[in-house]
C-alpha cells in the first residue's frame, strides 16, 4: 500500500492501474486507517473532491498522465477538472467510512460531516439514474466493478462494435491474455463509452437508449448496505435520515424482483430485453452484506463453495461459463470475500463465514497480495502488489485485525 501512495490517493496497481480508482480507494481508505486514521480520511476525501456537480462519484480520477493504461483522460471527454471517467462504481465508501468513523469517533467525527452531504448527493444519484423500479443497475459492465463476468454476456452480445475502430490495450503487456477480458468484450466496452460521450454524458439519453443497462445484484445489495451504513452515520450526526429509509424500502423491493426461481439465486436482469442472465455470480452471496437473509442462496452457496477447493469463486463452477483464471469469470477476489465473509458472520452463517475468511488468508499467505486467485490451485492471478488485497488482509483477513468491528444494522 504504501508503494502505491501517492500521497493523498493510492494508485491500484502500479503500472496496470495507474490512477485513482474509486471502489479501490474506499478499501485502500479501509487498509490505511489500520495504521493511519488521518491517511484513510484523506484517501477518502480526495475521491469525493472529484464528484460530479450531479453526485455522481467517478470509477477513475486522472490525477496525473501515465501511458501504461487504456483508456486514458483523452478518451473520455468529460470536461472535468480533474480529469475523470464518465462512469461511477460500486458505492461501497459510506460503508467504510463508518467503519472508520468507529475507530476514532474524535477524529472522525468532522470528516464524517463534510462527506455526509456528498455520500448523501452519491446515492441520491444512484437512485435517479440508476434505478429500476428498485433495482440498481449499471450502464456499463465496468460500473459494476466485476468488468466480465458472464452474467453481462446476453446485454454485450447485443452491442454494435462497428465504429470502435483500433486500440492498443495496454492491459495485455503486462498481463497473461488468459487472465483478461477478450478482446470483443474490450471492443464492447468501447462501443458503450463512445456512445456516451457521443451523447455528452446525458443521463437520460443513456438510460433511454444506452446499448447497455443490466440490473444486477452486486451494485443494489452494495448500496442497500451503504444506505444502511448511512442511516447509521446520520443518525450520528443528528441529520435527517427520511430520505435514507425511503432508499432502503425501495431497494428492498428491488432485490426481490432480482430472485431467479430457476437458478436458485439473486441473478442480473437485462433491462432492454427483460431477461434474467441465468448466472450465479459471487455477487449473488452478497445478499447477507445488503441484510437480506434467503435460506435458499445458502444452499445454492454451499453448493458452489464445495465445488472447489477455495472460496469465493466469481462464478459458479458447475456452469460452462467458468473459467478458473479469467478474471471475472471465476477467479476469486479478496474484496468480495470480505464483503461475503461481513454479510455471512452478521447474519450468523459462522460456518460459512469461517470458511470465507479462512480460505482469503490461506490464499494470501501463499500467493501474496495478487489481483485474483485461482480457485482450484489457489495460485495467484493477474497483477500483482495491489493496493485492495493488501488493505482487506490489513482491515480483515489478516490474525492482526482485531480491530475490525461487524457493526450491526
Ligand atoms: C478492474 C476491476 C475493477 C477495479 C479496477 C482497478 O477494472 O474489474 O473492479 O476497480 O480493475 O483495480
Not at 449473488?284 to 469463486?313: H, Q
Request: glycine content about 8%.
Amino acid at each position: 500500500m504504501q508503494d502505491n501512495d501517492r500521497g493523498n490517493y493510492t494508485v491500484p496497481a502500479i503500472t496496470l492501474y495507474p490512477y485513482q480508482w474509486n471502489w479501490d480507494s474506499a478499501f485502500a481508505a479501509l487498509g490505511f486507517s489500520t495504521f493511519d486514521i488521518k491517511r484513510a480520511w484523506v484517501e477518502l476525501n480526495t475521491l469525493f473532491l472529484a464528484q460530479w456537480a450531479n453526485g455522481m462519484v467517478p470509477h477513475i480520477i486522472f490525477h496525473q498522465s501515465a501511458s501504461t493504461y487504456f483508456p486514458g483522460p483523452d478518451i473520455w471527454f468529460t470536461n472535468k477538472i480533474p480529469q475523470t471517467s464518465g462512469i461511477s462504481q460500486p458505492p461501497v465508501a459510506a460503508s467504510f467510512a463508518r467503519i472508520i468513523f468507529e475507530k476514532d469517533k474524535e477524529y472522525g467525527f468532522g470528516q464524517l460531516k463534510k462527506l455526509f452531504p456528498k455520500f448523501m448527493a452519491s446515492h441520491r444519484w444512484f437512485f435517479e439514474h440508476r434505478n429500476e423500479n428498485g433495482m440498481i443497475v449499471v450502464n456499463h459492465p465496468w460500473e459494476s466493478g466485476r468488468d466480465n463476468a458472464p452474467e453481462w454476456d446476453e446485454a454485450m452480445g447485443n452491442i454494435d462494435i462497428s465504429n470502435v475502430g483500433e486500440y492498443v490495450r495496454n492491459d495485455l503487456i503486462y498481463i497473461d491474455p488468459h487472465m483478461r477480458p477478450q478482446q470483443q468484450d474490450y471492443d464492447r466496452f468501447m462501443a458503450i463509452v463512445y456512445f456516451a460521450r457521443n451523447c455528452g454524458w446525458n443521463e437520460k439519453e443513456m438510460a433511454d437508449n444506452g446499448p447497455f443497462r443490466v440490473a444486477n445484484p452486486g451494485v443494489t445489495f452494495i448500496l442497500l448496505r451503504a444506505n444502511r451504513d448511512l442511516l447509521a452515520i446520520a443518525k450520528e450526526l443528528g441529520e435527517d435520515s427520511s430520505e435514507i429509509e425511503e432508499w432502503i424500502k425501495s431497494i428492498e423491493g428491488g432485490a426481490k424482483q432480482l430472485w431467479n426461481a430457476k437458478i436458485n439465486a439473486y441473478d442480473a436482469i437485462n433491462i432492454r430485453t427483460g431477461n434474467f442472465a441465468n448466472s450465479i455470480s459471487a455477487a449473488s452471496f452478497l445478499c447477507w452484506y445488503g441484510g437480506i437473509e434467503n435460506e435458499k442462496m445458502l444452499e445454492t452457496f454451499d453448493r458452489v463453495t464445495n465445488a472447489v477447493k477455495f472460496s469465493v469463486p466469481s462464478h459458479d463452477p458447475n456452469s460452462a461459463k467458468f473459467e478458473p483464471l479469467r478474471y471475472w469469470r471465476g477467479p476469486i477476489w479478496g474484496v468480495v470475500n470480505m464483503m461475503i465473509g461481513m454479510g455471512l458472520s452478521q447474519m450468523g452463517h459462522n460456518k460459512q463465514a469461517k470458511k470465507v475468511h479462512s480460505d482469503t488468508v490461506t490464499l494470501i499467505s501463499k500467493s501474496g497480495f495478487t489481483e485474483y486467485f485461482d480457485p482450484i490451485e489457489g495460485n495467484p492471478a493477474g497483477g500483482k502488489n495491489f493496493t485492495w488485497t493488501a488493505a482487506i488482509w490489513l482491515a480483515w483477513a489478516s490474525p492482526f485485525a482485531t480491530e475490525f468491528k461487524e457493526l450491526s444494522y
